[in-house]
């Protein structure tokens, strides 16, 4: 791994190896992926230690979104919780996945439940998605989000990979598990 990551050049310099639509894989269905082994979960003060560490790096456009800071840290501390405490979804391994424990949507991705300020019900939102929001930086924050509001495709092939290292900008229409109109959930991008 390069880079310290402790800064928005080394992040920034992560991203630009985001694989485009010339090098991304193909999706593979989770009914092809082995099973996931058991979560191993952080303690809480594992999840405040993991939310201090991410806040470092939440883009300002993040930020500036969430009516407060707690509401962002609420967020992280979800992200926090339903993935293993030996995995970092923003400075982990590049060669590794991180895997999603939490909920899914009918077409088998990552989603996260979140009240959008100004609203009073929550709602699902892709965690790639939510993920690129939170921590890309603007060049690649631009490629994705003219894809369609679908899960963005992640280099490793897998559905349940949140490793933000992993999400790709490949064309989303070439996506082989397109949500039919009633299984879309809605996006922070909105």
């Not at 003060?45 to 800071?69: D, L, T």
């Amino acid at each position: 791994m390069d880079g310290c990551f402790s800064c928005w050049y080394c992040l920034q310099r992560r991203q630009e190896r985001v694989p485009t639509k010339d090098t991304a894989p193909e999706q593979v269905s989770k009914a092809d992926l082995p099973p996931p082994p058991p979560l191993q979960k952080r303690s809480e003060q594992e999840v405040q230690e993991k939310i201090k560490s991410w806040m470092v790096f939440v883009h300002p456009r993040a930020r500036s979104y969430f009516e407060s800071v707690e509401k962002c840290e609420e967020v992280l501390g979800q992200l926090a919780r339903l993935t293993d405490r030996n995995d970092d979804l923003i400075l982990g391994d590049e060669d590794s996945c991180v895997h999603w424990y939490g909920p899914v949507c009918d077409n088998g991705h990552a989603i996260l439940s979140l009240l959008k300020p100004g609203h009073i019900e929550p709602c699902h939102a892709y965690l790639t998605r939510i993920l690129s929001f939170m921590f890309a930086t603007d060049e690649l924050y631009e490629k994705l989000m003219p894809l369609p509001k679908v899960p963005f495709r992640m280099s490793c092939g897998k559905p349940l990979c949140v490793f933000l290292g992993h999400v790709s900008a490949a064309e989303a229409d070439e996506f082989p598990h397109q949500p039919s109109r009633s299984s879309l959930v809605s996006s922070t991008s909105s």
